[in-house]
């Protein structure tokens, strides 16, 4: 009785090993290089499948590659600070390619905008769109999105977000996040805590990405220190870019 135990055993894990050797033998891998109008390599630029949460970098020669990628198409993002953000669609199958993927330069500032303060907002959007493509376990709303929705106000993009609830505040509509008791998100704006203000004081056609982290162990740590408690996770807003189309 043993023995035949034994034997169904390693029968099914042969099967087992057998299928996933199949499974895996299915994906393939999506390479590229990422180059300006005049063909100059673009190093360091995120290239990214955000429905797998596959993420890369560039290398010195603005080359990429994505592994274990399922057959069919893809949407790949590549974006990188100084240059218009751009999309292509990848297909994997029997046959393997390779894609040529072109970068415009970021048109300059206007006058009379704080180039400082930009670049950080800069940088805050880029770091979004990574953690949005990694799936650090929030839930992330980009510009497109929001405006896909036709909201006149931020509470009408979270209304329908599970865990959430949209309520009545003595500043206009708040959220709230209805766990095992309702409580009160901390807001941060454009990287910075913000104190006695909703979701609803800000213009819902100024913003560029917003992350929804519904509790402290999804919260990323630059958004769980500050004055408010962090029982209740974050909310975090990145406003457009000004000048930006």
């Not at 069919?72 to 994997?92: C, D, I, M, Q, W």
């Not at 036709?150 to 329908?160: S, W």
């Not at 009160?184 to 992350?211: A, K």
């Amino acid at each position: 009785m043993l023995n035949r135990q034994l034997h169904l055993f390693l029968v099914l894990l042969v099967v087992g090993l057998t299928a996933a050797r199949s499974v895996r033998a299915q994906d393939g891998v999506i390479r590229g290089r990422v180059a300006d109008s005049a063909g100059v390599a673009i190093r360091d630029a995120d290239v990214a499948i955000v429905e797998l949460h596959a993420l890369t970098r560039t290398d010195s020669g603005g080359r990429f590659s994505l592994a274990q990628i399922p057959r069919g198409n893809h949407e790949v993002s590549v974006r990188k600070l100084g240059y218009r953000p751009t999309t292509t669609t990848a297909v994997v199958g029997d046959m393997s390619y390779a894609y040529d993927i072109v970068m415009t330069a970021q048109v300059a500032l206007v006058d009379g905008v704080d180039v400082t303060a930009t670049q950080k907002l800069r940088l805050g959007i880029e770091d979004f769109y990574r953690r949005r493509a990694r799936g650090n376990g929030g839930i992330f709303f980009t510009r497109d999105e929001i405006a896909a929705r036709n909201a006149h106000r931020t509470t009408d993009v979270l209304r329908n977000s599970a865990g959430l609830s949209v309520v009545r505040t003595r500043n206009g509509n708040g959220v709230r996040f209805t766990g095992k008791r309702q409580c009160t998100p901390s807001i941060w704006l454009d990287g910075q805590e913000v104190r006695d203000m909703e979701v609803d004081n800000i213009p819902v056609t100024d913003i560029e990405g917003m992350e929804l982290y519904a509790g402290p162990s999804t919260t990323p740590m630059q958004f769980s220190h500050g004055w408010s408690s962090t029982d209740c996770g974050a909310i975090v807003i990145w406003t457009r870019i000004p000048g930006s189309p």
